[in-house]
């Protein structure tokens, strides 16, 4: 079975500095891996995916996350904080066999942003 | 483009009503999925839908119904509505490439329903 974790609920940042939200995973095979951000009373919206390229993976508004086997981590980074990152983050797991049931989701970080 | 439309928005149930939350998208996908969103949870599958006519359980079925008569529409029944059953819920759609689940998501905005 597939799981993940996401190391700490809330993370608090000041505007300019270094994001890292930290992500775990555990899967019987070689996974799929997505980080998906949340803003207040939206949906969820792809930020980026791994599945098997590059193992350093570039998303949208300047975030990146790097895949590293060996320490089964997926962390998500961003080198200058925005006041308009403040939002929930998600790591999520697929298994990369083809089944059909969906992602595997962590619980969530919360991305706090100080000015 | 609309992607994953959900209706209704919001809704309070009183315990034992029943009701059905409506999901549809416009770009074709053959997947289709309900989550449970609850705070500090993360999103718990409830069902999902490989296609038309073909409907599993995810992992919190419980007190829930679907079906998938057309690739479009996936709608969630709840037939007797309990307080446990307060959440958002979030349909989302996927594509498969050359046969294969590529396992990206697409959601809609969410439905945010209350039992009291």
């Known amino acids: 079975a597939q799981s993940v974790t996401q190391l700490g609920s809330h993370v608090s940042v000041s505007e300019g500095a270094l994001v890292l939200l930290r992500c775990n995973y555990s899967s019987s095979v070689p996974p799929y891996l997505f980080w998906y951000v949340q803003y207040p009373n939206q949906g969820l919206q792809l930020l980026l995916k791994y599945t098997s390229a590059a193992t350093l993976v570039k998303g949208i508004n300047g975030f990146e996350a790097e895949f590293k086997k060996s320490e089964t981590s997926f962390h998500l980074t961003k080198p200058s904080a925005h006041m308009s990152d403040a939002a929930e983050y998600f790591c999520?797991?697929?298994?990369?066999?083809?089944?059909?049931?969906?992602?595997?989701f962590g619980k969530g970080t919360h991305l706090i942003i100080q000015p | 483009n609309a992607g994953v439309t959900q209706t209704p928005k919001f809704r309070i149930l009183k315990i034992g009503q029943s009701m059905t939350l409506q999901c549809t998208q416009d770009m074709n996908h053959n997947y289709m999925y309900w989550y449970r969103q609850d705070p500090g949870m993360g999103l718990k599958l409830i069902y999902y839908s490989v296609g038309a006519g073909i409907t599993d359980k995810g992992e919190v079925p419980n007190g829930y119904n679907v079906s998938r008569s057309t690739t479009e529409d996936f709608p969630l029944r709840l037939e007797l509505a309990a307080p446990s059953q307060t959440s958002v819920y979030f349909c989302a759609s996927s594509y498969s490439n050359r046969g294969r689940r590529t396992g990206e998501l697409f959601f809609g905005e969410g439905s945010r329903l209350t039992v009291l």
């Open positions: 999520a797991v697929s298994d990369r066999g083809g089944g059909a049931d969906g992602l595997t």
